[in-house]
């Protein structure tokens, strides 16, 4: 039996924003997500139902640039193009380091892994921490979402059907931040997050100017709260225990990860918490 | 290539076919007039089965089951209990019911959607320790008792200063064959050929012959390349062998049967979970008086090759020590769960974990460094087994131990890294060791009683010889080591040494791949077999040499009493693994891995190492990494990243060295290496764990939850 597939592969950005905009189709970039996601039993090909299109090749997609101090990525730069790229952070290069392998590298790209929004999604904590926006187009324009309220749930993106996400944007890139991350899987390659922790914190004369985390895999979305990162701000370092058992308590009500194949809640949380006092418990903090 | 040394490597005799892709394995073939096969499994872990009703077949697409197998309806293994297609009770969720066949799987797969089976649901027994509260008479599926009287052990026990008593869980353990699981029944109308994924071709023949109610050549096995066995295709593929052929008789037509991950992981054998238990009486200094050991394993839905498992496994209960006053017993008990089978090791890396565990820990008591507490007890030649049988050759472990200890500069490191964890609240490093043995060959009187193996060698009139034995080539290498044992015997080149993959209508059974007894058993009577042939040698003559398997009288083994000698010949290992240990997280790091060993004689250098590294890597992660879990009677991982086998950024360097021992009984001394290295793996990381942590572990796999739960639940950590 041979079942026709309707996929389109155009050269440019416009002409594949058209198309969107006639027809609601499954955006391909990498693959390496939707593929697994429509997987069929052994012998037969995975089952997309609608329309494919193919944007991974856009060169409109591939740009990286630093614009005033907001670095600009293209949502279809593979994860080994940006190891490869000398604008992107260090830690967002530690990142990516950890997810999956080389194969899967080659083809995965941070759009991707965003508009996936799994919550073990291997990006997505530090985006969280470096306020990433996404910049949104369609046929009808232009638009710009931040990335916690472009993520709704696990699968769920803020995205109409016509739109594409085009540029992930770094605004001003946390540079004189010292970011952390820190990913917990099962092994040390080709595995899921377990629980995934990012941190920055940014220090003018032994005070803290700016503090972010976020935590992965704890819950259906990325878990961050800037109430509880205010309340650090204006802090001297070292912090005291109280601040940073205060801290810990608050976000130990807020985190409420699952029991399923690969970990257990408590260890979750457990190991979430640890990885947030140790952030906090830190002597000195060198910007990178 | 001509062979001065041996134990010289050369290269594979597959290498080109698997390197290049080209070779092809079961999933690669198409033959005329074939349909695919998949199976319906039960949905429920227990019950009995009130009615079956199919939805319509398209024209060309059938059901198989039951009531189309022509002999009885259970795999010959070794009880009658497994079913081929369940009919009446299910037992385990995932057992198959019937069959579907067809040309086209993805209109199978939505036709098995539609087929609706009636149940009548029963409680369920889903884990150990339920069957171990319930142990009743029906779910013991089997038992073993030997060793010093209780009176006795009791008398010690009432004059001991303090008596130890430990319990110690294993856990699952999956194969992860590279290659998943696969069978082909060729259909023809005089002739049955079944080909596919397997270690053991006459075991799937004799299922065959029962299964078919057929004569002897009807039916036909031949061994496709086979990528990754471990055990896993020991037992296994006598059912899919069954599924197929019966399958190919009903429908008139060849049958494949493959699976994909996810249905491997879910519904084919695995290592037994166990649980063991240990009551030792210790003098004032720590000095061991006596020992008990319970093992309990969980066999599964029915009994396949557990018992013979449990033989090992309660055979190498006291590891390679001279403990005495010794007493154990141990039990296979049926839980309503996928069943449990042959994995490398069989039965030995749980006991081998549990009592490593053991000893160690008795040597914490004891105030003693744990390898020097250990060394106290290794047994010498000359000594009793514990089934009272006797360790004849040489035993090398002590200058095994001594060069492994300077190689890894221990001492040194066990200073540092105590200093290390000191300024180190985040990361702690340990360093842990293990020491092991391997039994070669069939348990007890196997060999001589059941498997009669029988070699043959053909000389065609060109003077080429060729291999007609029924033994496989499952990565571990035998087309190679066993071409090699004829060349070197006959002073032939290597590469004009044939191997055929084999095939019953052209080989006799020289015995299934197993139990590491192909090199020592076989090849042995390869290396019979050549020099027969060398001496009768006449150029441009077709000549065969049979030969049959002798079997050297020792202390006999009694099954019943469980006594005499239990193996020919032991190999033997040493481990020392270094770890670091990150206690905010749990997770371990591999720093660095040793292995001494003694296998007799390497045949093969590279192959060897081959089978070091990866025996090493497959048993440390049976100790930290590799976790398998069932819930409610499903299994709860079924890709391979959600079970974890280690990539190649989870192994280190492993730094290792073969000893050499010649055995008067094997080819050129060789004598069984598969297995030995993976034992040791376990109870060596279990111990660096404990050494960097300075704490005590009674399960593996010691996962990350575990260790944070050792190291800050307990303590109500929080805030």
């Given at each position: 039996?041979?079942?026709?597939?309707?996929?389109?592969?155009?050269?440019?950005?416009?002409?594949?924003?058209?198309?969107?905009?006639?027809?609601?189709?499954?955006?391909?970039?990498?693959?390496?997500?939707?593929?697994?996601?429509?997987?069929?039993?052994?012998?037969?090909?995975?089952?997309?139902?609608?329309?494919?299109?193919?944007?991974?090749?856009?060169s409109e997609l591939k740009q990286v640039y630093q614009h005033h101090k907001d670095l600009h990525i293209g949502a279809c730069c593979t994860y080994s193009e940006l190891l490869e790229n000398p604008l992107i952070p260090f830690a967002l290069k530690n990142a990516i380091k950890t997810i999956a392998a080389p194969a899967i590298r080659n083809r995965g790209t941070l759009g991707g892994n965003i508009c996936n929004a799994s919550p073990a999604g291997d990006m997505l904590p530090l985006l969280y921490v470096y306020n990433a926006k996404l910049l949104l187009r369609s046929v009808n324009g232009n638009r710009m979402v931040t990335i916690s309220d472009f993520i709704q749930g696990p699968r769920r993106v803020q995205r109409f059907h016509n739109e594409i996400v085009t540029e992930i944007i770094l605004p001003s890139v946390l540079e004189d931040s010292h970011v952390v991350f820190e990913k917990v899987g099962n092994r040390n390659a080709d595995s899921i997050a377990k629980v995934s922790f990012a941190g920055s914190i940014r220090i003018s004369k032994d005070r803290i100017d700016d503090i972010r985390f976020a935590f992965g895999a704890v819950g259906p979305t990325i878990v961050r709260s800037v109430d509880i990162e205010k309340k650090l701000v204006g802090k001297t370092i070292p912090l005291d225990g109280a601040d940073i058992a205060a801290i810990g308590s608050a976000f130990d009500k807020i985190i409420r990860p699952i029991d399923d194949q690969r970990s257990t809640a408590a260890y979750r949380k457990t190991v979430a918490l640890h990885l947030l006092r140790y952030f906090l418990s830190m002597k000195q903090y060198q910007p990178n | 290539m001509n062979l001065k040394n041996i134990s010289t490597s050369v290269p594979k005799k597959d290498h080109k076919g698997k390197v290049s892709g080209q070779l092809p394995y079961i999933s690669d073939v198409k033959v005329e007039n074939m349909v695919y096969g998949v199976l319906y499994r039960s949905p429920i872990a227990y019950g009995k089965i009130i009615s079956i009703q199919l939805p319509t077949l398209p024209e060309g697409y059938e059901a198989v089951g039951a009531e189309h197998i022509p002999g009885p309806n259970y795999v010959k293994i070794i009880k009658e209990d497994q079913p081929i297609f369940a009919n009446e009770w299910v037992n385990y969720i995932g057992e198959p019911i019937l069959m579907l066949t067809g040309k086209d799987l993805d209109i199978l797969y939505s036709l098995l959607n539609e087929v609706k089976v009636e149940f009548e649901e029963h409680q369920a027994i889903y884990t150990l320790d339920e069957a171990i509260k319930q142990k009743s008479v029906s779910s013991v599926l089997a038992n073993y008792e030997f060793g010093e009287s209780l009176e006795n052990i009791s008398a010690i026990e009432q004059g001991a200063h303090q008596i130890i008593e430990e319990e110690y869980d294993t856990g699952y353990q999956e194969h992860v064959y590279l290659e998943p699981q696969g069978m082909l029944a060729v259909y023809k109308d005089d002739e049955i050929i079944v080909q596919g994924s397997m270690q053991c071709l006459y075991y799937i023949k004799n299922a065959l012959l029962s299964a078919l109610a057929c004569g002897d050549d009807e039916v036909r096995v031949v061994q496709s390349p086979t990528g990754g066995g471990f055990g896993g295709k020991e037992d296994y593929p006598s059912m899919m062998a069954c599924h197929v052929a019966v399958a190919a008789r009903a429908v008139k037509k060849s049958v494949m049967l493959v699976f994909d991950r996810s249905e491997d992981m879910l519904v084919t054998t695995k290592r037994h979970p166990a649980k063991l238990k240990y009551r030792t009486a210790l003098d004032k200094e720590g000095n061991i008086l006596s020992m008990c050991v319970d093992i309990f394993l969980d066999g599964g839905a029915n009994v396949g090759l557990s018992s013979v498992v449990l033989q090992r496994a309660l055979i190498n209960s006291a590891g390679v020590y001279k403990i005495p006053h010794f007493h154990a017993k141990g039990y296979v008990l049926k839980t309503n769960t996928v069943p449990n089978g042959a994995f490398r090791g069989f039965g030995a890396p749980q006991s081998f974990a549990g009592i490593e565990s053991h000893i160690g820990h008795l040597s914490k008591l004891a105030k003693i460094d744990p390898l020097e507490y250990k060394r106290k007890y290794l047994v010498k030649q000359g000594d009793p087994t514990i089934t009272k049988g006797k360790f004849r050759d040489p035993i090398l472990v002590e200058e095994m131990i001594e060069d492994v200890l300077n190689v890894s500069e221990y001492k040194k490191k066990k200073e540092d890294f105590q200093r290390l964890n000191q300024q180190n609240q985040r990361y702690k490093k340990g360093i842990g060791t293990s020491?092991?043995?391997?039994?070669?060959?069939?348990?007890?009187?196997?060999?001589?009683?059941?498997?009669?193996?029988?070699?043959?060698?053909?000389?065609?009139?060109?003077?080429?010889?060729?291999?007609?034995?029924?033994?496989?080539?499952?990565?571990?290498?035998?087309?190679?080591?066993?071409?090699?044992?004829?060349?070197?015997?006959?002073?032939?080149?290597?590469?004009?040494?044939?191997?055929?993959?084999?095939?019953?209508?052209?080989?006799?059974?020289s015995g299934p791949t197993v139990a590491s007894r192909t090199t020592m058993i076989v090849g042995k009577l390869l290396e019979r077999?050549?020099?027969?042939?060398?001496?009768?040698?006449?150029?441009?003559?077709?000549?065969?040499?049979?030969?049959?398997?002798?079997?050297?009288?020792?202390?006999?083994?009694?099954e019943k009493t469980f006594t005499g000698d239990a193996y020919p010949a032991y190999s033997w290992g040493v481990n020392i693994v270094e770890v670091e240990v990150d206690t905010l997280t749990g997770n371990i790091k591999l720093e660095k891995v040793y292995g001494n060993y003694e296998v007799g004689k390497v045949i093969d250098e590279r192959i060897m190492k081959g089978q070091i590294d990866g025996g090493l890597a497959q048993g440390l992660a049976y100790g930290y990494l590799e976790k398998m879990t069932s819930k409610q009677g499903r299994i709860q991982q079924k890709s391979i990243s959600d079970y974890g086998p280690p990539t190649s950024l989870d192994v280190v360097s492993i730094e290792s060295k073969v000893f050499d021992n010649p055995y008067a009984d094997g080819p050129y001394g060789a004598k069984g290496a598969g297995e030995l290295t993976l034992i040791g793996g376990a109870p060596a990381v279990q111990a660096a764990i404990e050494d960097a942590l300075q704490t005590s572990f009674q399960q593996i796999p010691i996962t990350p939850e575990v260790i944070i739960e050792s190291l800050w639940m307990k303590e109500g950590e929080e805030g």
């Open positions: 039996m041979v079942e026709k597939i309707t996929a389109y592969r155009f050269e440019r950005l416009d002409e594949t924003l058209s198309q969107l905009n006639r027809e609601d189709c499954a955006i391909i970039a990498g693959g390496t997500d939707v593929m697994v996601l429509h997987k069929s039993r052994r012998g037969v090909p995975p089952k997309i139902p609608k329309p494919i299109v193919f944007i991974n090749h856009l | 020491l092991f043995l391997h039994g070669c060959g069939f348990t007890g009187s196997g060999e001589r009683d059941h498997i009669k193996a029988t070699v043959k060698l053909v000389k065609s009139k060109d003077d080429q010889v060729s291999l007609k034995i029924s033994n496989s080539d499952m990565g571990q290498g035998i087309l190679t080591t066993l071409c090699k044992i004829v060349a070197k015997e006959l002073d032939l080149p290597f590469e004009d040494i044939l191997y055929p993959y084999p095939d019953t209508k052209e080989v006799p059974d077999a050549a020099k027969k042939l060398k001496n009768q040698w006449q150029t441009g003559v077709e000549q065969e040499i049979v030969e049959h398997y002798v079997h050297r009288e020792m202390i006999p083994w009694d």
